[in-house]
């Protein structure tokens, strides 16, 4: 039973590479979710997805890109990375959304960008 | 805007007893949603407790309860009987009612728990 599947778990970029975090769900959840969590802070809303082919903003979603061609998948793309973007990324997903509660999370991606 | 605020960064308490984390919330809206999320050492969130706002019986689940204060703003986590495995991050979160992403998270208590 694997549910939310994240990776890498951890990678460091250089300033100004790209890369994706891949984030997959087998419970054919409609919801998805990206969050960032920064030291000593609570999650922040990065991109979310209420379906294939429908993504909308979070709360901080500069710097960051998102699509949804499947309900299973839902890649976090950086495409110039900056200090600012190390932080710790979680995705989630929901049957019913997030009045619900219950969201499902991976165990994260630790990204640090030097 | 809408904030949750988790005014103890740090807790403990000792096995078997009992401990209670705080969190206030400022919100205009009447239809909305609390929680609770514990995230272990391993990093993945997991639910523990939820409640709606529009139910004024406080949720309960198992050793997890809640003190929700509509009025005051006010949803407190009450951990009774605590085991070991209750230490992590505990953190408060929002959502009003209808939105589809937008949960709101407090900067999280860390829970130790004392042999």
């Known amino acids: 039973n694997a549910g939310v599947t994240q990776t890498p778990k951890f990678r460091i970029l250089k300033i100004g590479q790209s890369m994706t975090l891949q984030c997959t769900q087998d419970?054919?959840?409609?919801?998805m979710y990206w969050y960032r969590q920064d030291p000593g802070m609570g999650l922040k809303l990065i991109y979310y997805?209420?379906?294939?082919?429908?993504?909308d903003k979070g709360e901080v979603p500069n710097g960051y890109n998102v699509s949804r061609s499947t309900t299973e998948d839902f890649p976090l793309r950086l495409e110039l990375a900056a200090p600012s973007q190390t932080s710790v990324y979680f995705c989630?997903?929901?049957?019913?959304?997030?009045?619900?509660?219950?969201?499902?999370f991976g165990e994260g991606s630790r990204l640090t960008v030097l | 805007a809408q904030t949750v605020t988790q005014s103890q960064p740090e807790m403990s308490v000792q096995e078997a007893e009992t401990v209670t984390l705080s969190c206030t919330y400022d919100t205009s809206e009447s239809d909305y949603y609390l929680f609770w999320y514990k995230q272990p050492p391993s990093r993945q969130m997991i639910l523990v407790i939820r409640?709606?706002?529009?139910?004024?019986q406080n949720a309960t689940e198992n050793r997890f309860s809640v003190n929700f204060q509509k009025a005051a703003k006010s949803f407190s986590l009450k951990i009774s009987d605590s085991q070991l495995g209750d230490a992590a991050m505990y953190f408060c979160?929002?959502?009003?009612?209808?939105?589809?992403?937008?949960?709101?998270f407090g900067k999280g208590t860390k829970l130790s728990v004392k042999p």
């Open positions: 409640q709606e706002a529009y139910k004024q």
């Open positions: 989630a997903s929901s049957y019913r959304g997030s009045n619900t509660g219950e969201l499902f």
């Open positions: 979160a929002y959502t009003p009612g209808g939105s589809q992403g937008n949960l709101i």
């Open positions: 997805s209420v379906g294939a082919g429908i993504t």
């Open positions: 419970m054919n959840h409609n919801y």
